[in-house]
């Protein structure tokens, strides 16, 4: 794996970071306050190509790799994660499932659209009863011929109540349990799509996060994704690159915490030094520093393996359950370094400990990462991609 980015990679980082500090923080601090949801920021987001980053350019997007992306989510997971959170939906668990699996017609009517940002898309896997348990799906979706007859409720949607295009997983055919889910894109506008409130949350508050009720919502067959029954398969290969992007969330959350724990301990003095030369505050920043390098190169390993086409599916979750355990544990620690003033809002390190907490949770929560990297331990597929990284 080469350690050393491209001249491309870097403008990538400087532009998402000057966009970061520049745009996004003006306003973060009364965006989290008010639940207030950050229009005008993603839409210079979707004009800088942010929402469609890895999408071909043969449908709209930037043709970029694995690697760029994760640079630019660093970035802006510094400041605003209420952003961030609908860029690595967008990207990772929308766009890449249309562009991989969707068929051609699929890809020109919604794929175009996403990828350039004029339409958000939002993926509707958890429920009520199915978060963690996602074979547990009572969204069903009969087979009337010509269209699916859609109904049911997902929960915890991000960009629930903004998007244009909800990618649907739906039971079918309860009888073959998972092997009977299909996924289904579905329009917000359809008759019988309905949107509950926006959800008060601890933190990513200014994101759009709503359940989504469907009731006898028809969906046309040339809707479904790939063959009759893979709604499964797409749910869990699409979340394999979008744990990829969450980490990388996670690492930009972390390295935000990190840099303005650095910045406060050289500026605040206590007992006639800066608190930075006392040993309880040091050895504070060495943890987080060490802790964060080794996010990035787990995080960075797994976008690698994602773009040389290896697999990669253990990296991400490796990647997301050491850099989110890291993120919730350091940005606690930065809190600690700025001692009461971290605990005012405008100091912004209390918000990034708040936004840390969900990156434990969405997209596989911690448990379920060290589930699957247990199984595939079990299996003998952990070290494919260990070697792969080495050659």
Request: proline share 2%; hydrophobic share 40%; net charge negative.
């Amino acid at each position: 794996m080469n350690l050393y980015y491209t001249e491309e990679q870097l403008a990538v980082k400087e532009a998402a970071r000057d966009f970061a500090q520049n745009v996004l923080k003006n306003g973060v601090i009364e965006r989290d306050t008010t639940m207030e949801y950050p229009t005008d920021e993603i839409k210079q987001m979707a004009e800088m190509g942010f929402l469609g980053m890895m999408v071909s350019p043969d449908y709209g997007g930037g043709g970029m790799d694995t690697i760029s992306y994760v640079l630019a989510m660093e970035e802006l997971s510094k400041i605003d994660n209420s952003c961030s959170v609908v860029m690595s939906v967008n990207n990772s668990l929308v766009c890449w499932g249309l562009e991989e699996y969707g068929n051609e017609q699929q890809k020109q009517k919604y794929l175009t659209k996403l990828a350039t940002g004029e339409w958000l898309g939002a993926f509707c896997l958890s429920e009520p009863e199915a978060g963690s348990d996602a074979t547990s799906q009572r969204t069903t979706a009969v087979d009337m011929g010509d269209h699916y007859l859609l109904n049911g409720t997902k929960n915890w949607i991000t960009n629930g109540g903004k998007s244009n295009v909800h990618l649907v997983m739906a039971q079918t055919d309860a009888e073959k349990g998972h092997r009977g889910i299909n996924t289904l894109i579905v329009e917000s506008h359809w008759d019988g799509v309905s949107i509950g409130a926006k959800e008060d949350k601890l933190g990513i508050r200014s994101s759009d996060t709503h359940s989504i009720m469907y009731s006898d919502v028809k969906v046309p067959k040339e809707n479904r994704i790939h063959e009759d029954g893979f709604g499964f398969k797409f749910a869990m290969k699409t979340l394999d690159g979008g744990r990829i992007g969450i980490a990388a969330q996670a690492l930009g959350i972390h390295a935000g915490a990190y840099e303005l724990a650095v910045a406060y301990s050289k500026e605040r003095e206590a007992f006639g030094k800066p608190i930075s030369q006392h040993q309880s505050v040091s050895n504070k920043l060495a943890n987080m520093a060490t802790d964060l390098e080794a996010s990035r190169l787990l995080v960075h390993r797994a976008a690698w393996l994602k773009d040389q086409g290896k697999p990669y599916a253990n990296a991400a979750a490796m990647a997301k359950l050491y850099a989110a355990e890291a993120a919730m544990k350091h940005s606690v620690e930065a809190v600690q370094v700025h001692g009461g003033y971290g605990f005012v809002k405008e100091y912004h390190v209390e918000r990034l400990m708040r936004d840390a907490k969900i990156t434990q949770i969405y997209e596989g929560t911690s448990e379920i990462q060290r589930l699957v990297i247990a199984r595939n331990i079990l299996k003998g597929q952990l070290h494919e991609p260990l070697l792969a990284a080495s050659t």
